[in-house]
């Protein structure tokens, strides 16, 4: 995935013009073929690495002898060992590592030995002709791993290489990195080489010397011996260092007088005992060097600033490089933040728009390679709020005044009568407004003094002023100024306040307040004493809600998985989601829920009967699973059985049940996978409700689709609308 977009957003330009321009350059790129995808393998946690996609670590591997891949694995015996070893390593560094092998057909290294050897004198038994038979593979494979080099440099220009040959392998590598230390760019983006029972090892080589125990630092490989000393390996820079893994006595990188079988036993004992061992010790070396260069964490990252407000993003790497990284070469900054050398991204956002901010970050004792970094900002125009509701929908314009529109039989619009609404009526009170949630027949906003207000059916307690009769003006909930956030759903409603703590109210009957009981509550309820809760959503029986820290939490119905957790019965009390994910928000829907992580990948789970997860299938998910496609969200919202977001381009796309055309691109088809929702202006934001959608685009201008039975659309009819249609 990482190769796809990097190359996706090099090409973003400033400003973004044509949405449908755009998404296409996100989606372009050469597929890896069937050779590309041969002997490859990805090694790492999360979406940080696919099998299409760049790891931090690319592990060329070379094998010799004879060995070669067996039973599903990447390299024959030995460089496995290796490679095992320094992928495990790297994964517990914070390194992501991808594996290629060089193909190349070796003979066993008995061949060097001929019909009859000398069985006492193994050195003996080697002939000129034997060893130049031996290494004729030597040369062409050594071309194919510059080519292979020069092809993941293009596609992945911020990858580290990492070079392990055995045997016929290790002359492989031994002979590139003399012409890979030629170029113009030297060994920048090499961490270093493994050479194990290396035949063209030379005498006092500048390779650091291992084996069980290691041969005399004197002596010189077979193929050395036989056939003459080619150049040295490089010597050893502050970022780069190579290592010769040989036994004292192997045949290949040894040979000596010995008995034969013991020079063959030798050359085979890397993957055993001792030998093995010695391969470790050189994968933690190279492990060391990767990790001086610093590394993104995230690599990729989606942020909200809000437009004319002080915003701070404190950027992260991971390294082990004693000198503090620098950050430089921003590109493509929103109007009004910057990012100084220490990697805080700080500013007062002047201008809406999603902005792919790019940057390098390198490491200044020892001086390493640049390596990119994005962040994706969105700055939505002014504080307006867009909310989709069950048969209504709801905006706050720029300036804070709150307008709604559509159903209206329980006063759910606010302007204090129950007559259904096809174009916006201001809601009542003239206040300014922070932000806006309906759904089911229900509203509730915040005020920008911190106040929280509901209006409309309070059937359940969840206007959360004492169980009554409906509203058509706003109440307030409580004498609280401290409200942050408000989710409305259908049967019941939860806010956070400032001081990180949850509250719900309204019907409780599967556990969705969750406060460990299945009682109703009329009032706003704290849900347990934790105050780290930064953002709540609530969706048809269950609630979903995030913490300071990036956990995710579900408490209520499950009978679809849609707590994240296999089906079962409703839980009235939190239980986390995703353990381990970085999540950014979430959004609850009637059966289903999905949310974004920090470095951009959506997730979903739960009920899949119309293909509201996005994942190509009708199945339940009872886990958090990957929306389809490789694009970076920056936003995601759930209705009933329909699931919408927006990238990182301002393209929108919507997936699930499209029967009353909530899709948005023109037809009323269900789809299972994200769906470009048809616009000539990028999205900011788009929320999804019951039947019908909404969304703000980059222009302020707040547009509808779906279902408009009952004027929910806005622009004054009651037709169904199969494309995006603005509000009058």
């Not at 990697?343 to 990119?372: D, F, K, M």
Request: some cysteine.
């Amino acid at each position: 995935m990482r190769r796809r977009v990097r190359q996706a957003l090099l090409l973003l330009a400033a400003t973004v013009t044509s949405v449908a321009v755009v998404a296409a350059i996100l989606h372009t790129g050469s597929q890896p073929g069937p050779a590309d995808r041969r002997d490859r393998a990805v090694l790492g946690a999360g979406t940080a690495a696919t099998v299409d996609g760049c790891a931090d670590l690319l592990l060329l591997g070379v094998d010799g002898a004879g060995e070669a891949p067996s039973g599903g694995t990447t390299y024959g015996r030995t460089v496995g060992v290796l490679a095992r070893a320094l992928t495990r390593q790297a994964l517990a560094a914070d390194r992501t590592v991808e594996q290629v092998r060089v193909p190349m057909a070796t003979g066993p290294t008995a061949a060097l030995l001929g019909k009859r050897p000398d069985r006492r004198r193994a050195l003996r038994s080697v002939t000129r002709d034997r060893a130049r038979t031996w290494m004729q593979p030597v040369p062409a494979a050594t071309g194919r791993l510059l080519a292979l080099v020069d092809q993941h440099a293009f596609g992945c220009p911020d990858q580290q290489l990492v070079l392990v040959g055995h045997a016929q392998g290790a002359a492989v590598v031994h002979r590139a990195l003399p012409r890979l230390a030629a170029r113009p760019d030297g060994l920048v983006d090499v961490v270093g080489a493994a050479l194990v029972a290396d035949p063209d090892r030379r005498p006092r080589t500048r390779a650091t010397s291992l084996g069980a125990p290691a041969a005399a630092r004197a002596r010189s490989g077979v193929a050395a011996r036989r056939l003459g000393a080619v150049s040295d390996v490089p010597a050893r820079t502050p970022t780069y260092a190579a290592w010769s893994v040989c036994t004292a006595g192997d045949l290949v990188c040894d040979p000596q007088d010995i008995r034969t079988t013991k020079a063959l036993q030798k050359n085979r004992s890397y993957a055993y005992g001792p030998g093995a061992a010695a391969l470790r010790r050189a994968a933690r070396g190279l492990v060391a060097r990767a990790r001086l260069r610093p590394v993104p964490r995230p690599e990729v990252q989606v942020a909200t600033a809000p437009l004319g407000s002080p915003f701070e993003l404190r950027l992260a790497v991971s390294t082990s490089a004693p000198g503090a990284p620098v950050w430089e070469q921003p590109r493509n900054l929103p109007p009004g933040l910057a990012l100084d050398p220490t990697g805080l991204l700080a500013g007062t956002p002047t201008e809406p728009g999603t902005w792919n901010v790019s940057y390098a970050v390198r490491g200044t004792r020892p001086a390493t390679a640049a390596t990119t970094g994005v962040v994706v900002v969105t700055v939505p125009a002014g504080p307006a709020a867009v909310s989709a509701g069950g048969e209504n929908s709801c905006v706050v314009r720029e300036g804070g005044s709150a307008w709604c529109w559509g159903r209206n039989t329980f006063g759910q619009v606010g302007d204090g009568s129950t007559t259904t609404r096809t174009r916006p009526v201001e809601v009542v009170g003239g206040s300014t407004w922070r932000t806006i949630s309906t759904s089911g027949a229900t509203t509730c906003g915040i005020r920008d003094d911190g106040t929280l207000w509901c209006w409309g059916l309070d059937n359940h307690g969840q206007l959360g002023v004492g169980r009554g009769a409906a509203r058509s003006t706003p109440v307030q909930v409580g004498t609280s100024a401290a409200w942050t956030s408000v989710s409305a759903s259908w049967f019941h409603t939860c806010g956070t306040r400032s001081n990180g703590s949850l509250w719900c109210w309204g019907s409780n009957l599967r556990g969705q307040l969750g406060d460990g009981t299945f009682a109703r509550r009329a009032r706003p309820n704290r849900v347990g004493q934790d105050k780290d809760w930064a953002g709540v959503a609530t969706g048809g029986w269950f609630t979903c809600a995030t913490k300071a820290d990036r956990s995710a939490w579900c408490w209520g119905q499950n009978t679809f998985g849609q707590l994240g957790s296999p089906a079962g019965d409703p839980r009235p009390t939190p239980g986390p989601v995703g353990p381990g994910t970085s999540w950014a928000s979430l959004d609850a829907g009637w059966s289903h829920a999905c949310g974004t992580t920090v470095e951009g990948a959506a997730l979903c789970w739960g009920h899949n009967d119309r293909g509201q997860l996005g994942d190509t299938t009708r199945r339940l998910r009872a886990a958090p699973g990957p929306v389809d496609g490789d694009r970076i969200w920056t936003s995601i919202t759930t209705g009933d059985a329909t699931t919408c977001g927006v990238d990182n381009a301002g393209s929108a796309w919507c997936w699930g049940s499209g029967r009353y055309g909530q899709l948005g691109d023109g037809s009323r088809s269900t789809r299972t996978v994200p769906t470009l929702v048809v616009s000539e202006r990028p999205w900011l934001s788009v929320d999804a409700g019951w039947f019908h959608s909404c969304g703000g685009l980059d222009t302020g201008v707040t547009a509808c689709w779906g279902n408009n039975e009952l004027g929910q659309v806005g622009d004054g009819s009651t037709t169904d609308r199969l494309l995006p249609e603005g509000v009058s």
